[in-house]
């Protein structure tokens, strides 16, 4: 993690970068190298080391809803605050050098692998969503892997990963999938319903307007007093979108932060899976 004040660059890393750090890294940078005695975190560096009454820039894309909570509690106690700024600066900075996103093609993990149906599998997320959160309407999933098991798709837009950039949200009516239409096999989303055998309530929706839509989602169940549920793995982008849209600095009632239900879900093998891990290992030891 950097952090860039007016006047000082410094540069937060565990032991297994400290050779490549120090190696790489020019004299604008000061190395901090966590884990040493004396050494803060970045967390802690911004509470202990900065002045009074600073406002502290931080893309909320890349911090988790929990973790900025914390951070902004101890900042509280020097009248500093932790804001949201709506585009990343070293992307400004990087600009058109910035290598692109990968955008690899999706697709579809049949049921004789997968063992269950993505119908199947938001059927049940639906029915405990129900039951345990009665006044729960929707349900934002944005962890990749949960986002691939649910909807019985994969990807490779991470090395040795088989997952893809995508968001979805789950609501007692329907299912929309965040997803960058180049990924995909057809551009007819009924074609595209059929190909990958996604449940028919599906909706795919471009995945940048995941924000917005999130904002008219919050701004539509206020009214209802009805909830809407975000995973403790949750950005606090998705979090500022949701209170965005209701109209509120801070949670008023209308976000509800929980364990995924989609986690505990995924971690119950059905008997497909296990033996597809009997599968997998056999041909592991074989390689080995």
């Known amino acids: ?36 005695p004396d050494v803060p975190t970045w967390q802690d560096f911004l509470h202990k080391n900065l002045p009074n009454n600073s406002r502290i820039g931080i893309d909320p894309q890349l911090i988790l ?3 900025a909570k914390t951070i902004k509690e101890q900042l509280g106690s020097k009248s500093s605050q932790l ?18 996103r990968p955008e690899n093609s999706v697709f579809h993990l049949p049921v004789e692998y997968a063992g ?4 199947d599998k938001i059927a049940g997320i639906r029915k405990e969503i129900k039951e345990k959160y009665k006044e729960a309407e929707a349900l ?21 990963n088989p997952v893809f950039f995508a968001y979805a949200v789950i609501t007692h009516a329907k299912s929309t999938l965040y997803i960058r239409p180049s990924q995909l096999s057809s551009s007819n989303v009924e074609e595209l319903l059929k190909t990958s055998h996604l449940p ?8 940048d307007s995941i924000f917005e839509d999130l904002k008219k989602l919050s701004a539509e169940l206020k009214p209802q007093g009805k909830k809407i549920l975000i995973s403790n793995k949750a950005s606090l982008a998705v979090e500022d979108a949701l209170l965005s849209g209701a109209g509120q600095e801070k ?9 995924s ?9 059905n008997e497909v899976e296990v033996e597809g891990f009997r599968q997998c290992h056999l041909r592991d030891g074989a390689a080995l």
Do not use: H
Not at 83 to 95: C, E, F, G, K, M
Not at 116 to 119: A, D, K, L, V, Y
């Open 65 to 67: 809803a929990a973790d």
């Open 200 to 207: 028919p309530d599906v909706e795919i929706r471009p995945y």
């Open 261 to 269: 239900p989609v986690t505990d879900a995924k971690a119950i093998k």
């Open 140 to 160: 934002v999933v944005n962890m990749l892997d949960e986002v691939a098991w649910l909807f019985n798709l994969r990807g490779s837009d991470i090395a040795y």
């Open 116 to 119: 269950r149906s993505s119908e």
């Open 251 to 259: 949670d008023g009632g209308v976000v509800q932060v929980v364990r």
């Open 83 to 100: 804001v949201s700024i709506p585009t990343n600066l070293v992307d400004l900075v990087w600009a058109s050098k910035r290598p692109s």
């Open 1 to 36: 993690c950097a952090v860039i004040t007016k006047n000082d660059a410094y540069m937060f890393t565990d032991g297994r970068y400290f050779l490549q750090a120090a190696e790489q890294m020019d004299s604008n940078w000061t190395l901090m190298k966590q884990g040493l």
